[in-house]
């Protein structure tokens, strides 16, 4: 950093606290948002971190302006803060700038109206991802992480003062979805059934009124949090609906983020789909490269036992990572069935008269051909499994070792709906 | 702090630069600097009436000598502020600011009535110079004098200017500073500052020197355990008794005030100290030790010889004003006369005291009070019957020798700390005592009884000797005390005779003979280790009221052990309580005490009496406060210091700024190398390191835990401190037990080390476990015994993960599935941290119990994800895949199959899930198959029948598997048939209706059948090992 005088450091920080009451008074939020915005690394910001080390008595400063002094709750931890942030020192700045937040909140709560939500979303934004390079931090150090817990019990506080009544209750989405990030970093899923209760069956929050940012960023979450549940009808749904609200189209500059964003939603969606019958083109799979997920399609399409199990083998870090591993080890079964219907549609073509009678042993042979080594008893317990799961339609006969199916679609389709548990 | 620090730092500037030469000069600043301290507070506290009165004389002297006395003022100030928490303040008074100052205030007061009762002005600024004068012509008898006269004058306030007007008086100085110094203490409860630290090594040594001397065979054990450890962490305990001492103090100094009832008191105390020896026989060290303490002072400060001084007091008394001339010469009259009275009665104080630490009852206010109340009795009794036999003036010495030994000690503490820690220790005690001479001083009677404390160094010894004895033979008497302890007594009596001995024939070389004294430090670190512990419990209890009394029950100390300290910590405890008292008496004569004359005493006394319950109430108070304070204190240290010794250090520091000591040069580089001692983390003073070959450290890593304590505690107020700090090591306690078995009993309070197996008991406790018939239940109470010795004495290695991994397999063996996930969560963290184990078979049990009992989907998840290839090519983990593979594929074929080759343990954990899959299997079979299925098929793939047995059916064959099977479908609802053959069916489509999942038999309430203590009992018995 070059040098810099102090009357320059003087001249800076006076700057900034005279836009931030400029804003204030003013209640403009956009330039209010730029000046909480830690990490924009604006260069504006960057260099009241250097006045700040220059001229160290702003605390003063502040304190003697009837200007700047109302909100010295807010501005001294902040301006400690940035210090810390500009000299790397993650946990200290995450320290302080909670205390500015939470000062922050307290001015948020006695204005009347919700001007300042913008600002409030970015100090939302930047305490948690402060929180989680203060973590990253304190990992590196041996310590314990535990900055983005505070986050998140900080954030819970600010989703209670948006909860009430009023405008400011738009706002209680966006704090939702930071608090879904944290979670779901944290691995503390279990959290966030309280704030969706809180979303869903609250009377005071009407889901069509809430940004549509938001709205998306919610069903993704809460879309994902189906897929743990194995509820694939209501996950199918959620990740629906954010798949076709964020809409690539509709603002072009940001068409890159769409796309990631959809991959994301795709990830999930796409196993979830299969869970109910439905897969998707290869097109789709092509354009969004997702082609982990093109051999398990491929698997069900063809019964290939053998290919579902070495792709998920393959993927199998990825899969268990993203969550998705147990839904995709369930479609074993919907393989089975497609092999099954394969030899039934082999035996017809042959007899049609005695394919609703599918031998065991023919099981066992065409299983064999994949390399899958299971012998009758095992066949046996697959084929019951199916017929129990209403896979299969029809009896097996244990006397005379014979699947007998029902003359009347035999291999009844998912069509949306899960398998039977 | 930071402004205390510097001050202090100044202030021994000046001394050094003052006199560089004599330590004296500089104990003169010191006491200027607590009497400045104390003054402000007097003018701002309630105190300052009384002041104003006597005020002008000690004003004016004051002031001149005083230039200090803004800067001191501002570290009370401080401190107080810190140590608003502090008991004193608490006790009654006035609001925590002005606590700190009040007390000291009341001192003041006190003392200036002192001087009004008695000579009202007489004793001026002018007399005292003369005095001082005198006292450095002849310093020996001015010493002895000193003791009882400057209590007397007390004064101390006033010798504040005297002092500096002498000079080179070093003994009075250092009495008023370490008189100030230990108002400050209380007061500030946490003069925390750094500046103190040196002083606080220093002064802690001297504290245990002066407990050791004293008769308070219990405060003598306490702090010198913690003092003789050196490290911070004991005196945070001990701090508080040192507190406590304090209070003596005060309540000593009060009672100087009301002399009659006052020193009635401080007799009691003493007696009470005195008494429960109760048996002649010799006493510790401790005792022994004063006395050549005494000699030394005596000696050093003063060329004459001991038995001059009392001649030199005369003399001095002469120069003095008719008040100092009253002390003396009834002084000298009264040393023989009064001890009778104060020793008949002090024996039954004692008594009672006994009794009460007996009990070991927390009722100590009420014993205080009562006690107070005898003293008080006892006071008048003791001025009219002037007349007593020697023997009882030995034993009134010993009681008497707690004061004067106190101001003897002071006047050794400016010379002797810098010679000798234990030195120091006397001075401070001294300074207690002084008050009393004050008190003393305006009562004849009373200052006889100061008199027979100065009587002859040589006798003290001897009495104190006795009173060790006693103290020992009580401890005999009583049955509980083990023979561990006789043995302790025996060696106490060896060392304490070599003491006399020494003592007799060289009283010069007393100081540094006990530093250098091998014989010695064995009993002191016996007896700091016994204290150690007590004080430790109650540094962690924290909870004043609880006294040692109670906290010697805890398991910290052996059994045998317990019952000494519990007494001697009652003894302190009662006087703590005392002293709280008497100060809240002391609030009272501040306004009184100005015009209060001998005839006021009487009044003085029922005061006393109508205050006693407020005072006790108090008195509780202040102990807590203290803690908080120099917990809070400590915090801010701590904010500095980064390492654990320094902690330490700044501790030490703590004490030793309380007291103010003066600090020579010598005396600073003394201490620096003391405190680079505790750099070094040993937190032992040289004496305590000589302890150390001999006690193999157990003292010192008590006092470490008490530090440590501190530590964690001064995190939880302060929280500026990260948890990471603390130094665990230090709290770990290291076990001595030897028992092999030992039944498992959830720890209430911190561990016992005698209670604790070490590691090598523990290894075999394992295998004698592992190689037992008895059943379950014992088998998993006495792992739950070991596990706890290893988390107590943090012991993380191989054997842990062995007990853990022995817990948990005989907790899957027999299905106690909480007690198995305790261990597996142990585990985990084990083999986390490296530690090699069975890491591939836990893994897999890890794996089965998610898989079948917990059903968490993303546990399950992130489980998988985290095992490494390696894991997935073990045997015991592909097999745990393996098996869910087959139950979320609802493969029971899979399942029975995998349940019959399972490795190791998997079938134990796999049975509690065989209900389950079976019903899932039957259901799934009577959907899909028809019309029939045979049983014989049904009992085959669900696993009746086969090679694998369960723990239920072991062994059986299949016929009788079939049987069972058939009776498991009928208590499952299926429906079956008998066809052509003879051979059971199982109608499919009849059962697919009925089939429904009957309730358990052995259900309870709270759905954990393990629980069902009959079930429980009956399968744990059952099983074979």
Redesign the interface.
């Known amino acids: 950093m070059a040098y810099m005088s102090m009357g320059e450091a003087h001249r800076r920080i006076t700057d900034y606290l005279n836009r931030f009451s400029d804003a204030v008074s003013s209640q403009d939020v956009a330039s209010l948002k730029q000046l909480l915005s830690f990490s924009s690394n604006s260069p504006s910001l960057l260099s009241l971190a250097d006045s700040l080390n220059v001229f160290q008595d702003a605390n003063r400063l502040i304190k003697q302006s009837d200007n700047y002094s109302p909100f010295a709750d807010i501005t001294v931890p902040l301006f400690r803060s940035l210090q810390h942030y500009r000299t790397g020192n993650l946990v200290d700045a995450y320290l302080a700038f909670e205390k500015s937040a939470n000062a922050f909140i307290q001015e948020f709560r006695n204005w009347e109206s919700a001007w300042a939500l913008e600002a409030l979303y970015v100090i939302a934004y930047e305490i948690r991802v402060l929180a989680e390079r203060a973590d990253r931090e304190l990992a590196s150090n041996g310590?314990s992480p535990e900055k983005l817990k505070a986050a998140g019990s900080f954030l819970m506080k600010v989703f209670g003062v948006l909860a009430g009544k009023g405008s400011k209750r738009v706002g209680a989405l966006y704090l939702t979805c930071q608090l879904f990030k944290i979670y779901f970093k944290l691995?503390t899923?279990h959290l966030c059934r309280s704030v969706i209760r809180s979303i869903e069956t609250a009377r005071i929050f009407d889901f069509e009124e809430f940004p549509k940012r938001d709205k998306v960023t919610y069903m993704y979450y809460t879309g994902r949090l189906e897929v743990?549940?194995?509820n694939f009808p209501a996950a199918d749904q959620k990740l629906s609906y954010a798949l076709i609200n964020c809409n690539p189209r509709s603002e072009a500059n940001i068409r890159s983020v769409s796309a990631v964003l959809i991959v994301m939603i795709l990830k999930y969606l796409i196993p979830v789909k299969l869970s109910i019958g439905i897969l998707p083109k290869d097109w789709l799979l092509e354009k969004y490269n997702l082609v982990e997920y093109s051999n398990i399609v491929q698997a069900l399409r063809r019964g290939d036992l053998r290919l579902l199990r070495h792709a998920l083998e393959e993927h199998e870090?990825q899969f268990?990572?993203s969550?998705v591993?147990?839904v995709l080890?369930?479609l074993?079964?919907q393989v089975y069935q497609r092999l099954f219907k394969k030899i039934y549609i082999i035996q017809k073509q042959k007899d049609p008269s005695k394919a609703h009678q599918m031998k065991l042993d023919v099981i066992v042979k065409a299983l064999k051909w994949l390399e899958m080594d299971m012998d009758v008893?095992?066949v046996?317990?697959?084929?019951?499994?199916l017929?129990?799961k209403n896979l299969v339609k029809g009896?097996?006969?244990?006397k005379s070792k014979v699947v007998?199916l029902s003359k009347q679609d035999p291999f009844p389709k998912l069509n949306g709906k899960p398998v039977n548990s | 702090m930071m402004m205390n620090q510097n001050q202090q730092g100044s202030t021994q500037n000046i001394a050094s630069s003052v006199d560089p030469n004599s330590v004296e000069n500089r104990y003169v600043v010191d006491a200027s600097q607590s009497q400045a301290s104390s003054y402000f507070p007097s003018t701002t506290g309630s105190g300052a009436v009384s002041w104003a009165t006597h005020g002008v004389n000690n004003q004016s002297t004051e002031n001149g000598n005083l230039s200090n006395a803004s800067y001191h003022h501002e570290q009370h100030t401080e401190s107080h502020v810190n140590s608003l928490q502090d008991g004193l303040n608490a006790t009654s008074l006035t609001s925590s600011s002005n606590l700190g100052t009040a007390n000291v205030a009341q001192d003041y007061s006190g003392y200036t009535s002192y001087p009004n009762s008695s000579d009202p002005y007489a004793y001026g600024s002018t007399a005292y110079p003369g005095y001082y004068s005198s006292y450095q012509q002849q310093p020996n008898h001015s010493y002895p004098q000193p003791v009882g006269a400057y209590q007397n004058s007390g004064a101390p306030y006033q010798p504040i200017s005297s002092f500096q007007n002498s000079g080179s008086y070093v003994g009075p100085a250092s009495y008023s500073a370490t008189y100030y110094n230990p108002g400050d203490y209380q007061t500030a409860g946490g003069y925390p500052s750094s500046g103190y630290s040196h002083q606080t090594t220093s002064w802690n040594e001297g504290n245990y020197t002066n407990y050791t001397s004293h008769q308070y065979s219990n405060y003598t054990s306490d702090t010198s355990g913690a003092y003789s450890s050196g490290t911070a962490p004991a005196t945070s305990l001990q701090y508080q008794q040192q507190y406590k001492q304090w209070a003596d103090y005060y309540s000593q100094t009060e009672v100087s005030c009301a002399p009659g009832t006052e020193n009635l008191s401080v007799a009691s105390t003493s007696n009470q100290v005195l008494q429960p020896p109760g048996v002649t026989a010799g006493y510790p060290t401790a005792h022994s030790q004063p006395a050549p303490i005494y000699h030394q002072s005596w000696q050093q400060d003063s060329s004459s010889s001991h038995v001059s001084s009392l001649q030199p007091a005369a003399t001095s008394n002469g120069s003095h004003d008719s008040y100092w001339k009253h002390g003396t010469p009834s002084f000298q009259n009264r040393q023989v006369s009064p001890v009778q009275p104060h020793y008949s009665k002090p024996l039954e104080q004692k008594t009672s005291y006994n009794n009460f630490q007996d009990q070991h009852k927390a009722a100590c206010p009420q014993g205080p009070s009562s006690q107070y109340a005898i003293g008080q009795q006892m006071a008048p009794s003791y001025q009219s019957p002037p007349v007593q036999t020697s023997p009882q003036l030995d034993n009134r010495r010993v009681s008497k020798l707690q004061i004067p030994t106190n101001p003897r000690i002071a006047s050794n503490l400016a010379l002797g700390l810098p010679k000798t820690d234990k030195d120091s220790s006397t001075a401070t005690a001294a300074a207690k005592p002084a008050y009393i001479g004050v008190s003393l001083a305006k009562s004849n009677e009373k200052v006889v009884s100061h008199a027979d404390s100065r009587v002859e160094p040589g006798t003290f010894p001897k009495s104190l000797c006795g009173y060790v004895e006693r103290a020992l033979a009580r401890c005999k008497g009583d049955a509980e005390i083990a023979a561990s302890q006789a043995v302790m007594g025996e060696r106490w009596n060896l060392v304490k005779a070599v003491i006399i001995k020494k003592a007799n024939s060289d009283g010069t070389l007393f100081s540094r003979d006990w530093d250098v004294e091998p014989l010695f430090p064995k009993p002191t670190t016996e007896a700091v280790t016994k204290d150690l512990p007590t004080s430790t419990p109650l540094s962690a209890l924290s909870k004043n009221k609880r006294s040692p009394s109670r906290r010697t029950k805890s398991r910290w100390e052996p059994l045998p052990e317990e019952k000494p300290i519990d007494k001697l910590a009652s003894s302190t405890n009662e006087i703590v309580k005392f002293s709280g008292w008497i100060h809240a008496n002391e609030k009272d004569r501040k306004h009184i005490s100005g015009s209060v004359s001998k005839e006021d005493r009487l009044n003085n006394i029922k005061f006393h009496l109508s205050e006693q319950k407020s005072a006790s109430k108090s008195f509780q108070r202040p102990v807590k406060r203290q803690r908080l304070s120099a917990d809070g204190f400590k915090t801010e240290d701590n904010g500095d210091a980064s390492s654990d010794s320094d902690k330490e250090q700044s501790l030490t520091s703590y004490y030793s700024g309380a007291i103010a000591l003066a600090n020579s040069p010598e005396e600073r580089m003394r201490r620096e190398n003391r405190s680079k001692r505790f750099d070094r983390g040993q937190g032992n003073r040289s004496e305590t390191n000589r302890f150390k070959a001999k006690n193999a450290g157990t003292g010192n890593l008590y006092v470490r835990r008490a530090s440590a304590l501190l530590i964690s505690k001064s995190f939880d107020d302060g929280g500026s401190r990260a948890v990471e700090d603390i130094d665990w090591d230090a709290l770990t306690v290291k076990g001595t037990c030897q028992e092999i078995e030992k039944r498992y009993l959830r720890l209430t309070s911190a561990p016992d080390p005698s209670t604790v197996r070490p590691e090598e008991v523990l290894e075999k406790a394992l295998q004698m476990v592992q190689n037992s018939q008895k059943n379950y239940l014992y088998k998993c109470d006495q792992l739950k015994s070991i596990r706890q010795d290893l988390t107590v004495q943090r012991i993380r290695n191989q054997l842990t993960a062995k007990v853990y991994e022995t817990h948990a397999r005989l907790a899957i063996e027999n299905g106690d599935l909480p007690e198995y996930n305790q261990c597996q969560s142990q585990l985990k963290i084990l083999y986390a941290e490296g530690i090699e184990g069975c890491c591939m078979e836990f893994s897999a049990y890890h794996l089965l119990c998610v898989i079948l009992h917990s059903n968490n989907k993303r546990e399950l998840l992130s489980l998988m994800s985290r095992l490494s290839d390696k894991a997935k090519q073990d045997k015991a983990v592909k097999h745990a895949l393996a098996v869910r593979a087959a139950v979320s594929s609802g493969n029971y074929i899979m399942f029975f199959r995998l349940y019959k080759t399972a490795p190791n343990l998997n079938t134990c954990l796999m049975d509690l899930y065989v209900e389950k899959m079976r019903f899932k299997a039957v259901s799934c079979m009577s959907r899909s198959y028809r019309p029939t299925v045979p049983v014989s098929y049904v009992a085959q793939v669900l696993g009746f029948t086969g090679v694998s047995p369960t723990n239920e059916e072991c062994e059986e064959r299949d016929s009788d598997g079939l049987e069972e099977c058939v009776e498991w479908l009928k208590a499952h609802g299926a429906s079956l048939v008998t066809d052509a053959n003879g051979e059971v069916q199982l109608d499919a489509k009849a059962s697919s209706s009925t089939l429904f999942m009957p309730e358990p038999e052995d259900a309870v309430s709270h759905g954990d059948a393990n629980l069902a203590v009959n079930d429980f009992l009956a399968r744990a018995s059952s099983q074979p090992s």
């Open positions: 310590k691995g899923v743990f549940n194995e870090d268990l990572r969550g591993y147990l080890e369930k074993e079964l008893d095992e046996e317990c697959i084929v019951a499994i017929i129990h009896y097996f006969a244990h007998v």
